[in-house]
T-cell receptor
Framework: QKEVEQDPGPLSVPEGAIVSLNCTYSNSAFQYFMWYRQYSRKGPELLMYTYSSGNKEDGRFTAQVDKSSKYISLFIRDSQPSDSATYLCAIPSNTGKLIFGQGTTLQVKP | NAGVTQTPKFQVLKTGQSMTLQCAQD?????MSWYRQDPGMGLRLIHYSVGAGITDQGEVPNGYNVSRSTTEDFPLRLLSAAPSQTSVYFCASSFSGAAALNTEAFFGQGTRLTVV
């Protein structure tokens, strides 16, 4: 079993839709959770991070962690064509290495 | 600041050739790493370094060598290229390797390598 699992999609939604992106992880000791966004032919960039359980909101983006079920989510409200990208969840291990999910490719159609 | 700079952006190699992918960062980061990205596989760690003179293997190290003689540079060397090494390679750096918020990784633009 991979330490971090993510459905690679692709996911296609109409503009204005609410998008839900999800990852599961196996190690209950993980404390920090990150979401990276990667535009086509670019390197990933940090979008949001959260610590432990709960929600964190930044504009149209909300990151949510449920440690009891080892489940992390990223919600995008009022999705825009400019949100079309690959979204990768990432978790730093206790050795400092970042463990990435497979990435979900999102397309928002005008 | 230029951030993380990778060269070249594109490369085509013949099977058996060797080459070095260059990576440089100007943020004085201690932690640097190399990933490869293949469709449906996400980012897989090849090698990483926690500081000058210290390197270690990641998830998929076979066929690759690294060295870290300075804080700024972390080159990745392909010893004898194989078609299975066709991929997009990303170099990343971060302030530290600790499991903390300052583990944010800054990525280069990637090198697209094709081995024929």
């Amino acid at each position: 079993q991979k330490e971090v699992e993510q459905d690679p999609g692709p996911l296609s939604v109409p503009e204005g839709a609410i998008v839900s992106l999800n990852c599961t992880y196996s190690n209950s000791a993980f404390q920090y959770f990150m979401w990276y966004r990667q535009y086509s032919r670019k390197g990933p960039e940090l979008l949001m991070y959260t610590y432990s359980s709960g929600n964190k909101e930044d504009g149209r983006f909300t990151a949510q962690v449920d440690k009891s079920s080892k489940y992390i989510s990223l919600f995008i409200r009022d999705s825009q064509p400019s949100d079309s990208a690959t979204y990768l969840c990432a978790i730093p291990s206790n050795t400092g290495k970042l463990i990435f999910g497979q990435g979900t490719t999102l397309q928002v159609k005008p | 600041n230029a951030g993380v700079t990778q060269t070249p952006k594109f490369q085509v190699l013949k099977t058996g050739q060797s080459m070095t992918l260059q990576c440089a960062q100007d943020m004085n980061h201690e932690y640097m790493s190399w990933y490869r990205q293949d469709p449906g596989m996400g980012l897989r760690l090849i090698h990483y370094s926690v500081g000058a003179g210290i390197t270690d293997q990641g998830e998929v190290p076979n066929g690759y060598n690294v060295s870290r003689s300075t804080t700024e540079d972390f080159p990745l060397r392909l010893l004898s290229a194989a078609p299975s090494q066709t991929s997009v390679y990303f170099c990343a750096s971060s302030f530290s390797g600790a499991a903390a918020l300052n583990t944010e990784a800054f990525f280069g633009q990637g090198t697209r390598l094709t081995v024929v």
